[in-house]
């Protein structure tokens, strides 16, 4: 049976209860459909592996990626969807690498989105909307700007997609703006 939105939501929810981590869920799923219709591929496949990617997160930091396999049984994840996920910690906290496109996409934009996110309440506006590469760039640089973001992995990140820097910083701004509205509206109503 195909695992639905819903289910997805439910179980992220169990484990997750810190609006932050729920916010950013919400924000990598809605990052990760718009890549998805992007590239021609599954939108609801891509856009659940985003909304669990961290499912394990907030309750076993120190099993991040590692733990995650034995709760996304209780929803009878399919195998690709639970590499995917795992994926996105290589080198990081697991040795699950990211081979297909979705999982380099995952990778890439799981630590960025935080970054562009950070960037996004500094700026008057509080949005991604009118959000310039040129100033994510500068943030970027400042390394005591969101300290917790690895430069590193968004670097590697790139550089598995085969793309520059600010390729993939120019794409992850335009699927943020895709779903800020959705994902605030969300937000709004829990």
Wanted: hydrophobic content about 40%; aromatic content about 6%; glycine content about 6%.
């Amino acid at each position: 049976m195909e695992l639905t939105r819903e289910q997805a939501l439910a179980l992220l929810k169990k484990y997750n209860k810190e609006p932050f981590h729920i916010q950013h869920a919400l924000t990598v799923e809605g990052v990760m459909r718009w890549f998805a219709a992007e590239n021609g591929e599954d939108v609801d496949f891509w856009g659940l592996c985003g909304l669990l990617h961290d499912v394990d997160f907030e309750n076993w930091p120190e099993e991040h990626c590692v733990k995650a396999p034995e709760l996304l049984s209780e929803v009878n994840a399919s195998p690709e969807m639970v590499h995917a996920i795992c994926s996105h910690g290589y080198g990081i906290c697991c040795d699950v690498e990211p081979t297909l496109l979705m999982e380099k996409v995952l990778f890439a934009t799981d630590e960025l989105t935080g970054l562009i996110g950070a960037a996004a309440k500094m700026r008057p506006s509080k949005s991604v909307m009118d959000m310039e590469l040129s100033s994510l760039k500068k943030k970027f640089k400042d390394k005591k700007f969101a300290a917790g973001c690895s430069r590193d992995v968004i670097r590697t990140g790139a550089e598995r997609l085969g793309w520059t820097l600010d390729e993939l910083m120019e794409k992850t701004i335009l699927a943020m703006r895709s779903c800020e509205a959705p994902v605030a509206a969300e937000m709004e109503s829990n």
